[in-house]
């Protein structure tokens, strides 16, 4: 790949992935998989570029922001894919939206959404669910405390009932009332491992994910799995 090749790969794969994060989720992935490849790109991986930006200029994509009512949640959706990236490491995705707090056919407006490698390499599935669950529930807290501090809700430690910054609170882990997470994860042995129904865990350094997750839900800053 000459060096004029280069930069038009880099400047087509920096222009799709701001698409990506701002109004395209549909071709995160694509894109993810195309921005691994920056450092030692080959002809293919352009040639896979330039389909990929055709497909996004002839192809309208809409997000609709409806109108919500009533009690609000923050709910966050979580994938993976175990080792289907090129070189066997695994993918992770995440969509993180604000709901009705309703049970059922509750109204969305999404908010966040990505799809990137998983920091490590894992030995399972059951890893890949489990450290794209933890991300997506980490900057789900985030934008959570960031929508409580917006709403007007006084964020008070829960040992001495004093009024706290929103940085000690999503440091420390301060529990406090206010707009509720939900979490949504399509593998059941997350689930499992979770609701406490199962404690043997194959890949041991699962188990401080995994922990943490139940941390979450025990002290109130995540409410449902």
Known sequence: MTADEL????????????????????????????AGNVCNPLMQHLYKSNECLQLMQSTPCRITLRTLTGPLKVVVHTDASWGNVSDGQSQGGEFISLAEDKD???????????????????????????????????????????????????????????????????????????????????????????????TSVTEKRLMVDLANLREDLHRGALRKV
């Open 104 to 198: 059922h056919s509750a109204a969305f407006c999404p908010v966040l959404w990505s799809s990137r490698r998983i920091r490590r390499a894992v030995r399972s599935t059951f890893g890949a669910e489990t450290l794209s669950l933890v991300d997506g529930v980490d900057n789900a807290l985030v934008l959570r405390y960031l929508l409580d501090e917006v709403a007007g809700h006084v964020l008070t430690s829960p040992v001495n009932g004093r009024a706290l910054p929103i940085d000690m609170v999503v440091t420390k882990g301060d529990t406090f009332p206010g707009i509720p997470l939900q979490a949504v994860v399509d593998c059941k042995s997350v689930f499992d491992h979770i609701g406490g129904n199962k």
């Open 7 to 34: 930069t038009d790969y880099r400047g087509n794969n920096g222009g799709m992935i701001w698409a990506v994060t701002q109004v395209r989720p549909p071709e995160a992935f694509r894109v993810s998989e195309l």
